[in-house]
């Protein structure tokens, strides 16, 4: 795998120094990226080679659709194969540039960015040649130049060979859906700032606890708005379970379960916990077997002291997801948050017609009504939710 870029400019001197330079300028001697640097003035009209010319309405200059248009078909050109490429356009209209855009771009076979200037680019070159527009952040810049340069480095990142240890490109900010864990290096103490002690102490598996402590306390301090995007299964500090209490047969089947698990291997989720009081409906659903097939337990109670005991003593925080008349419901947001404050196992516990009564029982409970505007199977909200909580970005 490697990456094929081409960039049109009218200021090709902005790249010499970042081609040649660091990991990008070994990149592009290996060959890992390609990257072909396209002089928009060579495609200027008249004889000063003009590019741009006044806005319609009055206005500052705006590059024009002609030289940009013919640079696009020599880049078309110089990448062969009869490709037209990806193409992006660096604007503050555009969305704005995230890991999941760079991983979009990195797969493409052409990437041809256009670095705006001046006022921007004529609209109709935009509207039937740009397949994106990207925003680096919100603010202007004098050109497309810089912004270019970052999706070129953020997409070389993700070509094998260009960073030395693949592992650390898996363990960045944002490529998870989390920011990274803070960094320290020698000396251990520098200026009476010490170097947290568990990363000197050689034990990996309190190295790995204390990583994933922080990388969650500073998304959840910094950047709390990443949950929405970010699978936290390998954040918690506990396994996943799902369990489902069925007050009625007809709402829970073998089938049920079998799919079920499915969504729990496939989401890296522990085998389901149905809680089923009646013996006869328990009987009914046995007969599966294998390390993922359904426990089946006659109460609740049973369940959270099975899950305790897996867990090394640590009762689970528990979701109960229910319908409009569970009350006290918290947004499904702020269960994520709460879920990797809490240091503790998750329970997903659907209450499938069944009433439930916390008298009696040790543990957290916390509602969260699973909102539909249809009725949806119990297989369906499954596989919502644990997208919602595990998926990927």
Known sequence: MSAYVSIITAFPEFFRGFLSTSIIGRAVKTGNIKVEIINLRDFGRGGYRKIDDYSFGSGGMVLAAPPLADALVRARELRGEGGKGFVVYPSPQGALLTQGIVETLARQDHVIIVCGHYEGVDERFIEREVHLEVSVGDCVLT????????????????????????????????????????????????????????????NAEGIRSWRRTSAVRRTLRRRPDLLCQAGIGPYLAGRVYVGIMSAQE?????QHLRDIALLCVHYGAQRPVCIVPERDHRRSLQGSSGPSSPRLMPSLERALDWIARREKGVAPLTLLIGGPSLSGARHWLEL????????????????????????????????????????????????VLLDRFLGGR
Request: no cysteine; proline share 10%.
């Open 250 to 254: 007809a709402l829970l089947t073998s």
């Open 336 to 383: 994520k948050r709460l879920a990797l404050e809490s240091g503790k196992p998750l329970f997903f516990l659907f209450l499938e017609g069944h009433p439930f009564e916390r008298s009696g029982l040790k543990g957290d409970f916390l509602p969260l009504i699973f909102l539909e505007k249809k009725p949806m199977p119990l297989v369906g909200k499954t596989a």
């Open 143 to 202: 050109g497309g130049e810089i912004p270019a340069m970052v999706i070129v480095d953020a997409m070389a990142r993700l070509v094998p060979g260009v960073v030395g240890n693949d592992k650390a490109v898996t363990e960045d900010s944002f490529y998870a859906g989390m920011l990274d864990h803070p960094h320290y290096t020698r000396p251990p103490n520098w200026e009476g700032l010490q170097v947290p002690d568990v990363l000197r102490s050689g």
